[in-house]
């Protein structure tokens, strides 16, 4: 079946999702977090290629507050020199509303969303999410252990802060097995931080697979900007899949 956007009843208001719809027998859900870019083709081609693995795919508009998809989305090619650090310039306040408490509200309404599409399973749920959605999956899978059981971060930031609600702090109440694909030389994510997050995971008990792609720029994942690699997004792919296809299996 084809994907579709479908409107969420959220925290705040009504949330625009990518919907890719999984097979007809009961099967596994996937909850997809975007970049800071945002929801956009790109993310939707993500979703897809997901979903063709046996998943149904959502991957919400987390910035509904600040607008559409469409309303944010950047008005410029990002694979063009220049245009991804000027779209970041001024890409306004999206981010508002955007504390720990109402993600976290939004993110149990995605879960909610999710588990509600036909066939699938409520308990067998996955997250994967790429920049600031990496911190979102994982996230997700501390606040409801009892749902997600596989969660994905790619080229990820801001998982270790000085906050008492760091990801690092808090990924302890999670069950689900993490897989961190971390970009080479990334200014957000530096190798101490790629440090404190495997230290906190290994004392939780947590199992974890953790990555750094050579050569690979923060964004490397995403095919409409300049940051992509080939290499590195394959590679998250195959990685990723066999994630999934360990944890979300009956």
Known sequence: MAGRTIEIAAADGTAEAYLSPGPDTPHAGVLLFVDAIGLRPAIETIADRIAG?????????????????????????LRKPGAREAFFATMGNRRTGLDTANLLRDIT???????????????????????????????????HPDRIRAAGAF?????????????????????????A???????????????????????????????????APHGFTMPDTSMYQE?????????????????LSD
């Open 109 to 143: 309404a995605y879960l909610d969303a999710l588990a509600a599409q036909p066939g699938v399973v409520a308990d067998r749920l996955g997250s994967t999410g790429y920049c600031m959605g990496g911190m979102l999956a994982l996230r997700a899978a501390a606040a």
């Open 53 to 77: 693995w046996g998943y149904t795919v959502l991957a919400p508009n987390v910035f509904y507050r600040a607008g559409t998809a469409a309303e944010l989305a950047p008005a410029e090619d």
């Open 181 to 215: 694909g971390h970009a080479d030389n990334d200014r957000a994510n530096p190798p101490e931080a790629i440090a404190a997050l495997d230290e906190a995971l290994d004392a939780a008990g947590i199992t974890r697979s953790t990555a750094i792609y050579p050569d």
């Open 155 to 179: 080229h990820a930031a801001n998982l270790v802060t000085d906050e008492p609600d760091s990801v690092h702090k808090i990924i302890t109440t999670a069950t689900a097995e993490i897989l």
């Open 231 to 247: 290499a590195g997004a394959e590679r998250h792919y195959a990685e990723l899949e066999a994630l999934f296809a360990r944890t």
